[in-house]
């Protein structure tokens, strides 16, 4: 069984600054993605930013990038030049990719994140 | 391209009734799931479905919980005689295929009074 443990309930930011949100897991998979979702009040869901894990490069979409250590089973994401915008739950996930487990995202706790102007 | 689509966006519902749920998959995704988001928790993983197949259900409670995806129509989670502990949020999912990120609905939030 996988767990995702997000270790910060709630983080703030000033705007046009930089913040890293905290995510480990465990998993016995050996091949796995990792996202980052966001969830503002009106509760949809949106993708952030997606990891492989046989991939060492870390991903990068705009301001949002991750730092993946796979040994650590890390998987933090650093929003940079914050925006208002960006205030809401971040989720990370693990999604395992064999066999029937497709589909089964595991999701931390959440970590609320303000960001103040 | 319409995303995910649930209705209704809010649902209530009296201890005993039954809710449905129905979720619209995107256009071309044949695979589905359900999650529950329980008050201040992340998303838990409820049941897999493809065309007229429950792929695995693992999550789903044992009773009360049924879900299903017909050949024609939405996806419908249906939750017979509902008590307080159901009140939730409850998010489709869907894909085209294994190995595509999955694209989530906005989900129904069921309060039940």
């Known amino acids: 069984a996988q767990t995702v443990t997000q270790s910060q309930p709630e983080m703030s930011v000033q705007e046009a600054e930089t913040v890293t949100l905290s995510c480990t897991y465990d998993?016995?998979?050996?091949?796995?993605?990792l996202f980052w979702y966001k969830q503002p009040p009106s509760r949809q869901m949106i993708l952030v930013i997606r990891?492989?894990?046989?991939?060492?490069q870390n991903a990068t979409e705009n301001r949002f990038s991750v730092n993946f250590q796979k040994a650590a089973k890390s998987f933090s994401l650093k929003i940079s030049d914050s925006q208002l915008g960006d205030a809401a739950m971040y989720f990370c996930?693990?999604?395992?990719?064999?066999?029937?487990?497709?589909?089964?995202?595991?999701f931390g706790q959440g970590t609320i994140l303000t960001v103040h102007p | 391209n319409a995303g995910v689509m649930q209705n209704p966006r809010h649902l209530v519902r009296r201890r005993g009734q039954e809710a449905r749920l129905r979720c619209s998959p995107m256009?071309?995704?044949?695979?589905v799931y359900w999650y529950r988001q329980l008050p201040e928790e992340g998303l838990k993983f409820m049941v897999y479905?493809?065309?007229?197949?429950?792929?695995?259900e693992s999550g789903m409670p044992k009773e009360r919980f049924s879900a299903e995806f017909p050949k024609e129509g939405p996806s419908i989670l249906r939750i017979q005689q509902v008590v307080r502990g159901d009140s939730a949020a409850y998010f489709c999912?869907?894909?085209?295929?294994?190995?595509?990120?999955?694209?989530f609905g906005n989900g129904t939030r069921l309060t039940v009074t």
């Open positions: 479905l493809q065309k007229e197949n429950i792929i695995d």
């Open positions: 999912a869907s894909s085209p295929g294994r190995h595509s990120p999955l694209h």
């Open positions: 990891q492989e894990a046989y991939k060492q």
């Open positions: 256009k071309g995704h044949s695979h």
């Open positions: 996930a693990h999604h395992p990719t064999g066999g029937t487990s497709y589909g089964k995202l595991t």
């Open positions: 998993t016995s998979e050996s091949d796995y993605y």
